[in-house]
């Protein structure tokens, strides 16, 4: 059995290092690209999928959408999960790295965007940001987040993921998500058993199909980025230097 993370396409507010969070931005022509190159390496190593699930972001449905046609997967047995979407950066949404340096201080934000547990400036209940004015998350039957750690993001995510390992645990099958950088960062933490310094260095490039084997018992056997290890290591670096606020 295969499980197979997946970053969405680079989107345009990846380009301009912008904290993105619950914002609907869509993928660049770069991130489309990527979106299939996703699609065409799982054909290329002959993953059939089974199951899909991504989250109510425009960015990750794009990647799913392209990359589902590629792979002829049914686009109505695509699933949808409020709590696949990306961490909420409260007030830092919609700011680049050198705003909030210059707003907050390079300091405070580094540990705002780098630290596991200490969540960014909230959002005003009446700020336009807020989740609640946006119609797409009008029925999701929980209260919505106006600014998360990390750690916060790791218990939303825990129902679902509780729900998901006992499904995918009762087949022999392969299995997509398609997420964000801290969606996925929570599953990895998991998988691979990182304690909480551990978790805060992984670096996901986006548009990278990450496979994780598993044998009978759920445990992980391998796991393995679908791309070359050089291009791998730019891409990396890229994410690594849009981490830095200066």
Do not use: C
């Not at 299939?36 to 990750?60: C, D, P």
């Not at 919609?94 to 540990?111: C, F, H, M, P, R």
């Not at 989740?131 to 916060?152: H, M, N, Q, R, T």
């Amino acid at each position: 059995m295969k499980l197979i993370l997946l970053r969405h396409g680079e989107s345009k507010w990846n380009l301009e290092n912008r904290f993105t969070g619950w914002k609907d931005v869509p993928l660049t022509n770069n991130g489309r690209n990527e979106a299939a190159f996703s699609g065409h390496q799982l054909l290329k190593k002959n993953i059939k999928i089974n199951s899909v699930y991504t989250s109510l972001l425009e960015r990750a449905i794009e990647t799913t959408n392209i990359v589902t046609e590629i792979i002829k997967f049914p686009k109505e047995d695509i699933q949808f999960d409020w709590r696949l979407n990306e961490r909420h950066y409260g007030a830092l949404q919609g700011l680049n790295k050198s705003e909030t340096a210059i707003k907050y201080g390079e300091d405070k934000v580094q540990i705002w965007r780098r630290s596991y547990d200490i969540p960014p400036p909230f959002l005003d209940k009446n700020d336009k940001r807020h989740p609640k004015f946006y119609k797409k998350f009008k029925d999701i039957k929980a209260e919505l987040p106006v600014g998360e750690s990390l750690k916060e993001v790791i218990n939303r995510l825990k129902p679902f993921l509780d729900e998901y390992f006992k499904f995918i645990k009762s087949t022999n099958e392969n299995h997509l998500i398609v997420a964000h950088s801290n969606s996925l960062r929570a599953i990895i933490k998991i998988l691979d058993n990182l304690n909480d310094q551990e978790i805060v260095s992984v670096n996901i490039p986006t548009g990278v199909p990450l496979i994780y084997s598993f044998g009978s018992n759920f445990n992980v056997l391998s796991k393995e980025y679908l791309i070359d290890e050089k291009e791998l290591q730019r891409k990396q670096e890229i994410i690594k230097n849009q981490g830095k606020v200066n």
